[in-house]
T-cell receptor, first 112, second 116 residues
């Protein structure tokens, strides 16, 4: 089963522009995570936001969480060509948090 | 530091043949271990996870199985592959931190399986 759904499926921007990706989920969560996947590689953890947090920053990344709307957004500011990748949100499979389930991802293409 | 090794990186197998993908984690003990599959252009599907030796949870019923013969070893197997088994298989590990702290997962580099 899939908990998170990212939107849009694909996003193309120019270097220097901001990229915003959204994630909606269905059930209550303890936290939500964002991961990045370069083409043909494993996923890499980017950032985790807890359910009692509304916003979190890490470098050029800004994540927001709205638990009332069951949604999160990932903003990448001043995008670079190296940001080209797929981005996934992930939530706990169950209350025990023993596994994560991922959305289908947003494919970001940044052209120079 | 912790590392995860997954092999083989690429394989082409005929329909009906067996499969064995192996994964080992170094630098940590009693990790949670995972197998995910990613079909071309699609999201990740959780196949199996394990919280300890011999403890396997299956999320999607299919002709795949998993085993954890040692603390840091996770094996994905099939007795007879189907065309639909083609995809990118990712092994991953974590140290469980339930609740607000979250369960950050660390992925291997993946194994590309093509069933022909």
């Amino acid at each position: 089963s899939q908990q998170g759904e990212e939107d849009p499926q694909a996003l193309s921007i120019q270097e220097g522009e901001n990229a915003t990706m959204n994630c909606s989920y269905k059930t209550s969560i303890n936290n939500l995570q964002w991961y990045r996947q370069n083409s043909g590689r494993g996923l890499v953890h980017l950032i985790l936001i807890r359910s009692n947090e509304r916003e979190k920053h890490s470098g050029r990344l800004r994540v927001t969480l709205d638990t009332s709307k069951k949604s999160s957004s990932l903003l990448i500011t001043a995008s670079r060509a190296a940001d080209t990748a797929s981005y996934f949100c992930a939530t706990d499979l169950n209350q025990a948090g023993t596994a994560l389930i991922f959305g289908k991802g947003t494919t970001l293409s940044v052209s120079s | 530091s912790q590392t995860i090794h997954q092999w083989p990186a690429t394989l082409v197998q005929p329909v009906g043949s067996p499969l064995s993908l192996e994964c080992t984690v170094e630098g940590t003990s009693n990790p949670n271990l995972y197998w995910y599959r990613q079909a071309a252009g699609r999201g990740l599907q959780l196949l199996f996870y394990s919280v300890g030796i011999g403890q396997i949870s299956s999320e999607v019923p299919q002709n795949l199985s998993a085993s954890r013969p040692q603390d840091r070893q996770f094996i994905l197997s099939s007795k007879k592959l189907l065309l639909s088994d083609s995809g990118f298989y990712l092994c991953a590990w974590s140290v469980l931190s339930p609740g607000l702290s979250g369960n950050t997962i660390y992925f291997g580099e993946g194994s590309w399986l093509t069933v022909v």
